[in-house]
């Protein structure tokens, strides 16, 4: 690994170990470059209006947009799932997907779950630790429910990046990343995306949940 590191770094004149004994390697630090060669922008300033955008015939400024799934946006669709989904929870020990397969670190956290408000769980007949069906128009997945008022009683925050390494790599399971994965309920439409940085929305979705039997 060390040789890999070597090679890698080759480039700059360095070794591996040469760059742990200074504690980094990075390039020398210039402050208020923009005095000299002002900012990243066609007019060298701090744009507040966004030139760039402007000549893409975008919104130049910000500007709010209720989200396509939404209570105020979807009031039919809110019947049947009631709802706010927030489908990025990051937790620790874990680093977005990775690390599952350390032993350690899931004896830590065997399980994924999901964020509920305790009165939002009491009219669904959810209890703490209970394994829950979290369902949106995408698909559905299992986690366990927590019961919290960290979060709004009209929302659910569940956590992303399941996979279970305990599980058959081999297709359909894939490491059971279908069961729990939050991805799973999220949309990948063009509709849904942002049309100025093209992100999709993963926490502004309607959902529904159950208790899983």
């Not at 504690?23 to 210039?30: A, F, S």
């Not at 009165?119 to 698909?139: F, H, M, N, P, Y």
């Not at 979060?151 to 659910?156: E, G, I, R, S, T």
């Not at 729990?180 to 999709?200: I, K, Q």
Request: with cysteine; glycine share 8%.
């Amino acid at each position: 690994m060390e040789e890999v590191c070597d090679y890698r770094l080759s480039p700059m004149g360095v070794t591996f170990s040469q760059v742990l004994s200074r504690g980094g390697q990075g390039p020398t630090r210039k402050y208020r470059k923009f005095e000299a060669q002002g900012f990243g922008t066609p007019s060298g300033k701090v744009e507040i209006y966004s030139s760039i955008f402007a000549h893409f015939r975008l919104e130049p400024l910000p500007v709010y947009r209720e989200p396509v799934e939404s209570p105020e946006a979807s009031p039919e669709m809110t019947r049947d799932y009631p709802l706010i989904l927030i489908a990025t929870g990051k937790f620790m020990p874990f680093y977005h997907s990775e690390m599952r397969q350390i032993q350690s670190a899931m004896q830590n956290q065997p399980d994924p779950v999901a964020d509920i408000h305790p009165k939002t769980a009491r009219q669904l007949g959810i209890s703490e630790s209970d394994w829950v069906w979290i369902e949106t128009l995408r698909g559905k997945i299992k986690q366990r429910a927590h019961l919290t008022d960290a979060v709004h009683p009209a929302m659910l925050r569940a956590q992303h990046g399941w996979w279970f390494p305990d599980k058959p790599a081999e297709p359909p399971s894939v490491h059971g990343i279908w069961e729990s994965n939050s991805n799973v309920l999220c949309p990948v439409g063009p509709e849904y995306c942002n049309p100025e940085v093209g992100g999709w929305p993963h926490t502004a979705l309607l959902c529904r949940v159950s208790k899983a039997c």
